[in-house]
């Protein structure tokens, strides 16, 4: 198995473009796990609406009907055709946001990491419905075999899960890879289809951009970034014997030309969620975050606070990072639904001072080791009392009182710093804790932008 699986990797390595191989190294960690993936292993729980679910995905499960028309295929089974069969020389805009890998009913976006509910500590797999367009997100069960997980919406796709590594099998026998990157995002990192083609996604070093595909006979991918996000898309492969190169340009081509999987911010490149519970920045939340950023960041920094990150981050970026209603009707917090971000500038690459409120009587001694997470706690903190204050990814940590602010540092510390973006994670706790495990935060965090709500009697408690 060692022995086949270097010659892939080597034959891999000679066949893909000086331009790939920067983004190789992430991927091919991740091949060599699968190798030991019989042991893989995630934490997800049963959805109350699974019979009515079953009954709609088995139907889609056996369909014979295809996908709405869209300017590519996938060429599976072509090896001397390029991976992706695009129908037009330029590609519309939002490319990325409707590249999908279709099996077994239902459509899989390549460009979307897992979904993670807050509240109750999981990860959801994100799949487009081929009857209504939108996305739905799969819940799983424990099975009787430890660290294995079914669905239970009639999809049958059963989750392996290790932590870092989460392996979803579908019943056509195709797979899916997915690796946590610096960000603490999980993405796809490895395609394995029912036929045995291998297809390995190549993103930059901080896992934020993707910046390609490769397959397992050499046939290659790569998505050409500027500003505003892809602006070519360009494929190699081997036909009669003799390399072929093409490169196909993204944009000025009508929206209608590309089936749009997603609902667009007013961005235009980023994506929301259908069930997303807000649909729309308002001038209130701007006026909130504004508020936020001049107590906690220096005179450039922006912050988001009221579910959106600030528009200016890159476009491979989420936008929408708040509430979601899940499939069972729940509520589903998000990363940001009562926690903020911190950034030194619009485009979230600046640096800044981190600023907390005077007041607090006690605080941790240093930053903790993995997230550089620092304590403070506040017997009265804004329009609440009994407060604490964590402040996450800390750099350069020291405490300096500069009138009614206290400087501790910079943002962009251990955790919070990649280079695309540097950032602090901030949020606020009931009651004078230490540091509570991820899946105990929920429950115990204040929104901050009541905490600092201009009407006091919002958010006592």
């Known amino acids: 198995m060692s022995q086949n699986l270097h010659g892939e990797i080597y034959t891999l390595l000679r066949r893909v473009g000086h331009s790939l191989r920067s983004f190789l190294f992430p991927t091919l960690i991740c091949c060599l796990v699968v190798a030991a993936e019989a042991s893989v292993f995630g934490a997800v729980f049963r959805n109350p609406r699974a019979e009515n679910a079953s009954a709609q995905f088995a139907a889609l499960a056996s369909s014979s009907e295809k996908p709405e028309t869209s300017s590519y295929k996938w060429n599976v089974e072509g090896r001397e055709l390029p991976l992706l069969e695009l129908s037009a020389d330029e590609m519309a805009r939002e490319f990325d946001q409707s590249l999908v890998y279709s099996v077994d009913g239902f459509d899989f976006p390549v460009f979307k990491a897992l979904s993670f509910d807050e509240q109750e500590g999981r990860y959801l797999l994100p799949i487009v419905s081929r009857a209504s367009r939108e996305i739905h997100f799969v819940d799983f069960v424990r099975e009787n075999t430890a660290n294995t997980y079914v669905s239970v919406d009639g999809t049958n796709i059963r989750l392996v899960d290790n932590g870092t590594l989460k392996t ?78 093409r490169t196909w340009t993204v944009g000025d081509q009508a929206e209608n030309q590309i089936a749009a999987r997603f609902a667009h911010s ?196």
Request: hydrophobic letters at 40%; proline letters at 6%; one cysteine or more.
């Open 168 to 245: 979803f099998r579908l019943p056509s026998g195709a797979r899916y890879l997915f690796v946590r990157y610096p960000d603490g995002e999980f993405r796809c990192a490895t395609i394995k289809t029912a036929g045995g083609l291998t297809v390995n996604l190549l993103y930059a070093a901080n896992g934020l951009t993707l910046r390609g595909m490769v397959d397992s006979i050499g046939r290659s991918v790569t998505f050409n970034y500027g500003k505003d996000g892809i602006q070519s898309v360009t494929q190699t492969w081997m036909a009669n014997s003799a390399g072929q190169a």
């Open 266 to 461: 007013s961005t235009g490149l980023k994506s929301m969620p259908a069930n997303a519970v807000k649909h729309e920045y308002t001038a209130e939340m701007a006026a909130s975050d504004k508020l936020l950023a001049q107590i906690f960041g220096g005179p450039n920094a922006v912050v988001g606070a009221n579910g959106f990150e600030p528009r200016g981050l890159g476009a491979s970026y989420p936008l929408y990072r708040g509430d979601v209603i899940g499939d069972d009707g729940r509520l589903r917090l998000g990363h940001l639904s009562h926690a903020m971000h911190l950034y030194g500038s619009a485009d979230g690459r600046g640096d800044s001072p981190i600023y907390i409120p005077a007041g607090f009587t006690s605080h941790s001694p240093e930053p903790s080791p993995t997230d550089a997470a620092v304590l403070f706690y506040y017997p009265r903190l804004g329009n609440f009392t009994d407060v604490t204050l964590a402040v996450f990814h800390v750099a350069d940590f020291h405490i300096n009182y500069e009138g009614d602010r206290v400087r501790i540092g910079n943002i962009g510390g251990m955790g919070g710093s990649t280079p695309l973006y540097r950032h602090s994670h901030i949020d606020f706790y009931r009651g004078n804790v230490s540091l509570p495990s991820a899946s105990q935060r929920a429950a115990l965090r204040i929104d901050p932008a009541l905490v600092f709500a201009p009407r006091a009697d919002q958010a006592k408690f």
